[in-house]
């Protein structure tokens, strides 16, 4: 490898690190999100070749960056093992669309709206939250497969109790549990489906009251409590992989403790062989004697 080579790889390296560059990243996504969203507006159909130029600047922007962020590994390998380069690298590959063709122009334009995405790759943050988000999924589906029994016995008992209050609502136990979804997420569900059958079944309120604190309090406390157990997990995981925070000192005093009671072990074994060494110096001393 070349000398030459090396030393423009440092320079990539260096500039990857830099913080002005890692901030005009994150002001060109953004400025890429606010120029998707300008071509809505009918009023900019007149500035439609300043727009285009400005999404080619943006786009050949994209893809010096990720060429220098792949130039700044030493083997090109490297760059793909990490599942947010390969998340970057297919976003600015499939934003190389071009938009002056009428048959790919839609693709293009929808493509071009997951770029706003590379600030969950540039953001340490949002990673944390998308990963943590990800790792609790398996989790939550558990929850969610509980809820949807509940649902599916409220929604049994609501099509028995309140089929003649109003069939569109309580017809069959799909409209049944449609109606509880409404309940549960408090959308006009005390005018449209409490008051109503309260009016024929005055303890109606009994079966209400206790599905939205199953749903509303328990399942959502449930599926929050996980979330945050997987966040929690995975940020004292980013502290131990950088050996900054209170996870990485934590485990830094576990390792002096254990080297400590690894040295008291040896220091124990070296004084009990000692010991009966001198007794047996003491006997052959006494029968010499």
């Not at 400005?54 to 792949?70: G, K, P, S």
């Not at 997987?230 to 995981?237: D, F, L, W």
């Not at 980013?238 to 220091?267: F, K």
């Not at 000692?274 to 047996?280: G, L, N």
């Amino acid at each position: 490898m070349s000398t030459a080579f090396i030393t423009w790889r440092e320079r990539f390296e260096r500039l990857r690190a830099n913080k002005l560059f890692e901030t005009a990243v994150i002001a060109i996504i953004i400025f890429s999100a606010l120029l998707i969203g300008a071509k809505t507006y009918e009023e900019t159909s007149r500035f439609q070749q300043w727009l285009l130029a400005l999404d080619v600047a943006v786009t050949v922007f994209f893809l010096v960056e990720i060429l220098i962020r792949m130039a700044a590994e030493r083997r090109l390998r490297d760059f793909f093992k990490k599942g947010w380069n390969v998340f970057d690298f297919l976003i600015v590959t499939a934003s190389l669309v071009p938009l002056d063709d009428s048959e790919m122009v839609l693709l293009a334009r929808l493509l071009r709206i997951f770029r706003v995405l590379r600030l969950v790759s540039m953001i340490p943050e949002l990673r944390l939250l998308i990963v943590a988000l990800a790792k609790s999924i398996p989790r939550m589906g558990y929850v969610a497969l509980l809820m949807f029994i509940i649902f599916y016995i409220y929604g049994a008992i609501g099509s028995f109790l309140f089929h003649d209050v109003d069939e569109k609502l309580w017809g069959n136990i799909s409209l049944a549990m449609l109606t509880l979804f409404q309940v549960a997420t408090f959308e006009s569900w005390a005018t449209a489906v409490l008051y109503p059958a309260m009016e024929h079944y005055p303890y109606a309120w009994i079966y209400f009251i206790t599905f939205i604190f199953l749903t509303a309090f328990v399942f959502l406390n449930m599926m929050i409590g996980i979330v945050l157990d997987v966040m929690q997990k995975e940020s004292a995981a980013i502290e131990l992989e950088s050996g900054q925070g209170e996870a990485a000192e934590l485990h830094g005093l576990r390792d002096d403790v254990r080297q400590l009671r690894d040295q008291l072990t040896r220091m124990e074994a070296m004084l009990g062989a000692s010991v009966p060494a001198k007794r047996e110096a003491r006997v052959d001393k006494s029968d010499r004697g």
